[in-house]
């Protein structure tokens, strides 16, 4: 069982309560979902193929991440998430922006790591992703809707606007 803390859309932490993955979460209340984008020191950033069983299985993502366990900070999240889904040990890594998706339930805090990591040592976690490959800034802008999932980080990354 996944143990999340809830927040309210201000990005306060509401104490005493927990949310559980799997669970509708009620009105009003929201989980925490860290992205981190990966750029190397030679200006390529790294795509991740989802995995074909999951949601969206076989497109590209341009960052990792996923939901911060209950009592993770976002940027503990976002180091773990990237480490499990690329083996990549964030050790530049800042938080660029923050989204609320009242939709969703979910507040996204998005984070970029500059990174050298050895471009082909990257791993996969297992469920998760399938596949990576590193592309430049023009590939990555100019990915379709049908080939890149979320383009949710762009907006905080001057270089990546159109």
């Given at each position: 069982?996944?143990?999340?803390?809830?927040?309210?859309?201000?990005?306060?932490?509401?104490?005493?309560?927990?949310?559980?993955?799997?669970?509708?979460?009620?009105?009003?209340?929201?989980?925490?979902?860290?992205?981190?984008?990966?750029?190397?020191?030679?200006?390529?950033?790294?795509?991740?193929?989802?995995?074909?069983?999951?949601?969206h299985g076989g497109l590209w993502e341009a960052t990792s991440g996923g939901s911060a366990?209950?009592?993770?900070?976002?940027?503990?999240?976002?180091k773990r998430e990237l480490f499990e889904e690329t083996g990549i040990v964030a050790t530049n890594?800042?938080?660029?922006?923050r989204v609320v998706e009242k939709n969703k339930n979910s507040i996204y805090v998005e984070f970029i790591c500059y990174t050298n990591w050895h471009k082909s040592?990257?791993?996969?976690?297992?469920?998760?992703?399938?596949?990576?490959?590193?592309?430049?800034?023009?590939?990555?802008i100019n990915m379709k809707e049908d080939e890149l999932l979320t383009r949710r980080i762009q907006q905080f990354i001057d270089e990546l606007h159109h």
């Open positions: 069982m996944e143990l999340w803390d809830a927040y309210n859309e201000n990005f306060e932490k509401i104490n005493n309560l927990t949310l559980v993955r799997g669970e509708k979460i009620p009105e009003g209340l929201f989980h925490l979902v860290c992205d981190v984008l990966v750029k190397h020191s030679d200006g390529s950033y790294l795509l991740m193929k989802r995995d074909l069983n999951k949601h366990l209950k009592g993770e900070t976002p940027l503990e999240c976002a890594i800042k938080e660029v922006g040592n990257i791993s996969f976690q297992k469920g998760e992703t399938i596949a990576y490959k590193w592309v430049s800034k023009d590939t990555l």
